[in-house]
Each structure stands twice: as structure tokens, then as C-alpha cells.
């Protein structure tokens, strides 16, 4: 394993020792290889694409065929895989891994293709101005066919009788969209009548709760609210929606500079911490101690944050490391893609 991915563990284990006690937290990857449908969700911003982006990268470093399903989302993915930028058509973008950006609209006509299977009267019915509107206003369709085209990807066969795809990651939107997105294809069985679009919902269904073929993937900061909304999430997904969560990754973890009794030191210093404890620097407090105190509080708070996810499900956890310098770069990525690639999170 590269070095800096290395150095991250080496800074990140000893300070998790006491939550994990002599039990293992292990590497997501022999997990994560084994399923076919992956939905990462988690709230905006948490770094869902970059996750999306560095598991698929481990997977295809495991010789995977790996497809990312956007949810026609502004598009990231292709500065963080370092790649041409990704539409609607679905491209590949470095050995192993694939993508697409589905547009819901797209998506429908594609499916309507499928099951009309005559082009002109699909234009004639996708096409239709009226039934476009139509479409658009029925609750949940657009999000099926987002949901729907990801899930059909898991279903295509390649000449060599495998599947096209051995793994799908559908990078979902933000916490509370994406949880409706996994309510439709229920909906659908409840309200559709027998036919092409409820046996695929049915299907769906049954691939999205079955924990040995998919599973959610829960992006989370180590920071105490959206630690809570993490949580209530994992609650409600699994309880609601009788889905599997898989994993639960905390992105973005600074690796600990200070041991437990150099950040009670430093937290104790309380004149270190005010709003003008900076400006004081210059009046005689040195200024690095000053930033030292406040790493120390940041670092207090992201050890209580994963205290209480580890405490919620020691099994599931996965770190990924703060990226200082190459956040968004094929290079970030690559060393994310190691710390999920190594054996072991902690415990070792
Ligand atoms: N581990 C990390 N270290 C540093 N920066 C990160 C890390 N992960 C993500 N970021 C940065 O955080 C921002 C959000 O990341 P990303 O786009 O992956 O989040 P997202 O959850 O997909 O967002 P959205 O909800 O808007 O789709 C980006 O600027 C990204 O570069
Ligand atoms: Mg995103």
C-alpha cells in the first residue's frame, strides 16, 4: 500500500483502540466486492461522488467491472476520476470503471423503447408533449426511472455470458431525495397494475433488500450533527425500507496529531480558544499554539462523533482521510481508493 495511506492508518488506529476495544474493524472491500448493487446517499456535500468514485476505483483495482449511475446531478465525477466530462450516454472512463449521468427523460424514453420495442411509436408515445407532462406529474416516476435505469444496468449480460457489470454504484442524492428514490419501486408494486413496469419494481425490489447482492453505503463527516442525521438515517432506512446498510463511511478524517492527554491540555486552555486568541498570538501567545488548541477541539470532536457511530455499528465502519491538498484529483482518489483497499481499518 502506498505510503500516505499507510501513514493515515498508522496516525488513525491507536486513537480508535479504546472504542474498538480488542475487536477488528475490517476493510469494507471483501464486502463491498461481493455485491452487485451499491447506493451511496448520506447529505449534500459529505462526499458522496468522491466515495462513489475511490470504491469504484478499488473495485476495478480488484478486477471489477464497475458502473457509477449519477442521478442527473451536476456533474463532479469526471474531475475526481480525472476523465472527459460524463453525460447521458454511458462511457467509460479508465480501465474497470464506467459511467452515466441518467437524465430521468432520457431514461423513460429508453425504457419505453424497451418495452414498446418500436421506435417510431415510442417516439409517438415518449415523445408526446401531453404524455411527457403526464409522465413528469405521476409521483415518483422520474425517480424510477433514474433508480429503474441503474437497477436495469445490474440486469445487462456481456457477449462473454457475464454480467456487463459485476458491481453498480449509484451515487444518489442528497439524505432525504434519496430516501424517496428507494421508496418508489414500493410505491410502484402498491399502486401499478401487472405488467413490464411492476415486475421490474418487483425485481428491484427484491435486489435492493436482498443484504447478500446490495447494499447502502451511508457517507457521513465526523462532526456531531450530521453524525445524528446519520443515525436517524440508518434507523429509518432499515426499519422503513428494510434495506441493508452496509457500511457507514466517515469521509474526511484529519489523522491525529495530538494524543488524549496533549488535547486535554491544549482544550483546557480555554484563552486559547476565543474568537481573539489569533490576533492575541502576536501580543505574546505564540501563535501555533494557538492553531494547536484548535486542532485539538476539532480533533475532540471528530473522536466523539466516531465514538458514537462506532457505538451505533461497530461492524460497519469505514474511514477515509481529510484530503489537504488533492481533494478532487485522480491522485485524492487513488489514496482513498487504498484506505478502502486496506485489510484492516483498525484494531490491528
Ligand atoms: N476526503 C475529502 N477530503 C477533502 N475534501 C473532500 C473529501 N471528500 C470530499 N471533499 C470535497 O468536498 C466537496 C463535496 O464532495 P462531493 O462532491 O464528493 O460531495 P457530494 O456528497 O457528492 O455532494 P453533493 O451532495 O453536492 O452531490 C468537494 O469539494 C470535494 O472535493
Ligand atoms: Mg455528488
Not at 462526499?47 to 442521478?71: E, Q
Not at 472527459?84 to 454511458?90: A, D, R, T, W
Not at 466517515?250 to 492527554?261: E, V
Amino acid at each position: 500500500m502506498a505510503s500516505r495511506a499507510k501513514n493515515f492508518l498508522k496516525k488513525l488506529e491507536p486513537s480508535l483502540l479504546p472504542f474498538v476495544g480488542a475487536g477488528r474493524v475490517d476493510g469494507p472491500m471483501p464486502e463491498l466486492e461481493k455485491r452487485r448493487f451499491l447506493f451511496v446517499t448520506g447529505k449534500g456535500g459529505v462526499g458522496k461522488t468522491t466515495v462513489s468514485a475511490a470504491i469504484a476505483t478499488a473495485l476495478a483495482a480488484r478486477g471489477k467491472r464497475v458502473l457509477i449511475a449519477m442521478a442527473h446531478t451536476k456533474e463532479r465525477l469526471s474531475a475526481v476520476l480525472g476523465t472527459k466530462p460524463i453525460g447521458e450516454e454511458l462511457v467509460q472512463c479508465s480501465p474497470g470503471i464506467w459511467a452515466v449521468n441518467i437524465d430521468p427523460q432520457v431514461a423513460l424514453y429508453e425504457y419505453g423503447l424497451l418495452v414498446i420495442k418500436v421506435k417510431a411509436l415510442t417516439n409517438a408515445v415518449f415523445r408526446n408533449e401531453y404524455i411527457s407532462a403526464f409522465l413528469r406529474a405521476v409521483p415518483g416516476m422520474y425517480e424510477w426511472a433514474m433508480l429503474g435505469k441503474a437497477w436495469f444496468h445490474t440486469t445487462e449480460v456481456a457477449h462473454d455470458g457475464r454480467p456487463r457489470f459485476d458491481v453498480v454504484i449509484f451515487d444518489a442524492p442528497a439524505t432525504g431525495h434519496g430516501l424517496d428514490m428507494l421508496r418508489v419501486p414500493k410505491v410502484i408494486l402498491d399502486v401499478a397494475p401487472p405488467g413490464v413496469l411492476r415486475r421490474d419494481a418487483e425485481r428491484a425490489v427484491g435486489l435492493f433488500r436482498d443484504p447478500t447482492r446490495s447494499g447502502i453505503l451511508v457517507v457521513t463527516l465526523p462532526e456531531e450533527m450530521p453524525v445524528t442525521e446519520t443515525i436517524e438515517l440508518v434507523n429509518a432506512v432499515e426499519t422503513e425500507l428494510s434495506m441493508p446498510v452496509l457500511r457507514i463511511i466517515i469521509n474526511g478524517i484529519f489523522p491525529p496529531l495530538f494524543s488524549d492527554g496533549e488535547r486535554a491540555t491544549l482544550g483546557a486552555r480555554r484563552e486559547l480558544l476565543t474568537l481573539d486568541a489569533a490576533e492575541s498570538a502576536s501580543a505574546g501567545v505564540d501563535a501555533a499554539v494557538v492553531a494547536a488548541a484548535r486542532r485539538a477541539v476539532r480533533e475532540n470532536v471528530q473522536r466523539e462523533s466516531i465514538r458514537r457511530l462506532i457505538a451505533t455499528r461497530p461492524e460497519s465502519m469505514a474511514m477515509l482521510p481529510f484530503l489537504f491538498d488533492d481533494a478532487s484529483t485522480r491522485a485524492g482518489t487513488d489514496l482513498l481508493a487504498e484506505v478502502l483497499g486496506a485489510p484492516v481499518i483498525a484494531g490491528r
